[in-house]
């Protein structure tokens, strides 16, 4: 499958539907309402349409034409917002790159997709000049455009002067490459509107909410999930630069906060801070995690500490904006560990190696069919062929469906461990040594071995303050619970696990260890 984006050459009607059209929309109903807080800056829905505007036109006279690809390299900020925003008006592609990447990683991203121009923070910039690609690229400071979106001489809102259509390319959206290199999902307009109308269905969001984004708004979900489905209904939205758990605290307490998203590793720091006991958090009403399994521990200690909170389990992939099943807070009890049900416009398959179809309750790799599907991997037609099947996507996650929809994620395909010829899941294992007390986190790997094909490791962090373990400990634990091939062969204590800037576990990391 070869990606040609479509770029329309006919005039603005008012009845698309792309992503900016959403802020305009906001901007009628809500224009004096507060859209985003970010530190001194504060944006009305009315300035902020008024700025994306002037951003757009800002970009234009910089020379970026319609479909051009601009790259956004820096942290959570407004103007990461703004950029993504004026991008959508005008038609250019925005490409949001992991702000931890550098050197031949850095490189790999700005050279495959393209961009001739990249927005940096001023600490990030010679980070962009020193690979080949950024330093012969344009490279623009991220506070150039506060004078440019904060102008007493902006223009009326509008975009009367660009001609976009929802079919057009939105963003490359780069997978987090936790198993392999990253590929450019290329999103249109019309997917990235399909995925928030499902957020906005699944997940309780109204215009009353008042949000914290603090996980990296380059990652699909900050963005997709939250940030913009939020802006889309008029609620209250303050971005911090970084996910700080005693800031954090303080911060739902002093704002009254009532909506928070994070990825499990950040509800485990909250959970293990002695503020969570002493803070008011009464205003705090919806929670929601995703990116990776919440220890049952931290979930059990969460909700006797915020019995009033409701903890809603996302689940998803870059490729399709990403949000693709939720489970519910009325749904956790009966269904603990569950990843919930299909969101509104996805629809799921599950199918063994054959590809046949699998019944209820039976292993297999969860397949996806879905207006929020991007339209392949930009300049990746290997990929695109290997992860498309007659419009069906591949996910790579092996899943058990119930009868009654509800998905249970047995692990990643690639996660899944070899050893001596026999199949193991290493969430499992991971689900073992997390019952130990002194654990804070684990990561169970297949690392290779001449004996066993691969060996099932585990690298295990200790909490600060508890008695130390040993792997001894680790694996009698685990013996008592699993059959015998599933005992870790080796075990190792770190001071901390490799992450992503999004609190993903980097599981390719530790292979090579």
């Not at 094909?453 to 690298?459: H, P």
Request: aromatic letters at 8%; charged letters at 20%.
């Amino acid at each position: 499958m070869t990606i040609t984006p479509s770029f329309s050459e006919s005039p603005v009607t008012g009845n698309s539907s792309t992503v900016s059209d959403l802020i305009r929309r906001s901007a009628g109903r809500f224009p004096t309402s507060t859209a985003i807080e970010f530190g001194d800056r504060t944006w009305t829905y009315a300035d902020l349409d008024a700025a994306v505007t002037a951003v757009a036109r800002e970009l234009a006279r910089l020379g970026v034409a319609k479909g051009d690809r601009v790259a956004a390299y820096g942290k959570n900020s407004d103007l990461f917002v703004l950029l993504y925003l004026g991008c959508a008006r005008a038609g250019f592609i925005h490409v949001p790159v992991n702000y931890q990447l550098k050197g031949d990683e850095l490189d790999y991203i700005l050279s495959n997709s393209g961009a001739e121009i990249v927005f940096a923070d001023a600490d990030l910039m010679s980070a962009v000049t020193s690979t080949p690609t950024g330093d012969a690229a344009r490279v623009i400071d991220f506070a150039a455009l506060v004078p440019v979106a904060t102008s007493d001489s902006i223009a009326a809102a509008g975009n009367t002067e660009f001609s976009v259509d929802d079919t057009d390319v939105a963003q490359l959206l780069y997978t987090s490459g936790t198993t392999s290199a990253p590929k450019g999902a290329v999103m249109t307009h019309r997917a990235l509107v399909h995925e928030y109308l499902s957020a906005l269905m699944s997940l309780d969001f109204a215009e009353t909410d008042r949000a914290v984004h603090a996980l990296p708004l380059y990652h699909s979900a900050q963005m997709h999930v939250f940030l913009l489905p939020l802006l889309s209904i008029g609620a209250h939205n303050i971005i911090v630069p970084a996910p700080v758990p005693d800031e954090l605290l303080a911060l739902f307490e002093a704002r009254e906060i009532n909506s928070f998203f994070a990825a499990p590793t950040v509800w485990v720091a909250l959970a293990n801070s002695p503020e969570l006991e002493t803070r008011n958090l009464d205003s705090l009403r919806k929670a929601y995690y995703g990116a990776s399994i919440m220890p049952g521990p931290i979930l059990e200690r969460l909700r006797q500490r915020l019995p009033k909170l409701g903890f809603f389990n996302c689940f998803g992939q870059s490729e399709l904006g990403p949000l693709c099943s939720v489970l519910r807070p009325e749904e956790h009890d009966e269904h603990t560990g569950s990843a919930g049900r299909p969101v509104m416009f996805v629809e799921t398959r599950v199918v063994d190696s054959s590809g046949a179809d699998v019944g209820p309750g039976e292993e297999g790799e969860i397949l996806y069919r879905s207006p929020q599907l991007c339209e392949g991997y930009w300049n990746r037609p290997d990929a695109t062929a290997e992860a498309f099947d007659d419009n069906w996507f591949h996910s790579g996650d092996l899943v058990k469906v119930d009868e009654n929809g509800f998905i249970e994620v047995v692990d990643r395909v690639k996660d899944v461990i070899n050893t001596g010829g026999v199949l193991v899941a290493s969430r499992q294992v991971e689900d073992a040594i997390f019952e130990l007390p002194q654990v804070a986190e684990v990561a169970v790997v297949g690392i290779a071995d001449e004996k066993w094909i691969e060996a099932v490791s585990a690298f295990v962090v200790i909490k600060d303050g508890q008695p130390s373990l040993t792997a001894e400990d680790v694996t009698a634990h685990v013996k008592s619970r699993l059959a015998g091939f599933k005992v870790p062969k080796r075990v190792e204590f770190v001071a901390e696990l490799p992450k992503n800037s999004a609190g993903k576990i980097l599981k390719r990391s530790l292979r090579e260890v």
